[in-house]
C-alpha cells in the first residue's frame, strides 16, 4: 500500500472508531451489556466491510485505473446491500440488542463515508500523471 492509501484508511478507520466507541457507551447506557454487545457487533462489522471495500478499492485503481469509478459504485453498492442483508438477518436475535446494533451500525457507516469524502477532499492526488519521457528530454 502506499502512503496515501494508508493515510485515507486511518483517516477513515480512526472516526468510525471513535463512534463506534460512543454507540457502545450511549448503547450500554441505553440497554445494557446486550445493548454493548450489539454496539460492538455493529461497529466491528462497519470497519471490516467498510475497510475491506477500501483496500480492494484502493488496489483496483493502482493495478486498474479505468475501472475505478464502476468498480467504486460497485463495491459500495455491494456492501450496503451487505449490510441491509446483516441488518434482516439479525433481526429478531436474542443475543444482542439488535436496535443497539442497528443505530450504532448505521452511524458508523454514515461517519465511514463522510471521513472518506473529507479524506479524500483534502488529498493531493494528481489527475494526470505528468510524462516523464517529455521531463528528461
Same mark, same amino acid.
Given at each position: #500500500? @502506499? &502512503?496515501?492509501?494508508?493515510?485515507?484508511?486511518?483517516?477513515?478507520?480512526?472516526?468510525?472508531?471513535?463512534? =463506534?466507541?460512543?454507540? %457502545?457507551?450511549? &448503547?450500554? +447506557?441505553?440497554? =445494557?451489556?446486550?445493548?454493548?454487545? =450489539?454496539? %460492538?457487533? !455493529?461497529?466491528?462489522?462497519?470497519?471490516?466491510? #467498510?475497510?475491506? =471495500?477500501?483496500?480492494?478499492?484502493?488496489?483496483?485503481?493502482? @493495478?486498474?485505473?479505468?475501472?475505478?469509478? &464502476?468498480?467504486?459504485?460497485?463495491?459500495?453498492?455491494?456492501?450496503?446491500?451487505?449490510? #441491509?442483508?446483516?441488518?434482516?438477518?439479525?433481526? !429478531?436475535?436474542?443475543?444482542?440488542?439488535?436496535?443497539?446494533?442497528?443505530?450504532?451500525?448505521?452511524? +458508523?457507516?454514515? %461517519?465511514?463515508?463522510?471521513? @472518506?469524502?473529507v479524506s479524500h477532499m483534502k488529498a493531493k492526488i494528481l489527475?494526470?500523471?505528468?510524462?516523464?519521457?517529455? +521531463?528528461?528530454?
Amino acid at each position: #500500500m @502506499q &502512503s496515501n492509501d494508508v493515510r485515507t484508511l486511518l483517516h477513515c478507520a480512526l472516526p468510525t472508531a471513535t463512534a =463506534g466507541v460512543a454507540g %457502545v457507551a450511549v &448503547s450500554a +447506557a441505553v440497554a =445494557g451489556g446486550k445493548g454493548a454487545l =450489539g454496539a %460492538v457487533f !455493529g461497529a466491528a462489522l462497519v470497519l471490516l466491510f #467498510m475497510g475491506g =471495500g477500501l483496500v480492494v478499492l484502493l488496489r483496483t485503481a493502482r @493495478q486498474l485505473p479505468h475501472l475505478f469509478q &464502476s468498480m467504486g459504485l460497485l463495491l459500495y453498492t455491494t456492501q450496503i446491500l451487505l449490510l #441491509m442483508i446483516v441488518l434482516i438477518t439479525f433481526k !429478531g436475535t436474542s443475543a444482542f440488542n439488535p436496535k443497539c446494533f442497528a443505530f450504532t451500525l448505521l452511524a +458508523a457507516t454514515l %461517519v465511514w463515508i463522510a471521513a @472518506q469524502v473529507v479524506s479524500h477532499m483534502k488529498a493531493k492526488i494528481l489527475y494526470v500523471e505528468p510524462d516523464s519521457a517529455r +521531463a528528461s528530454s
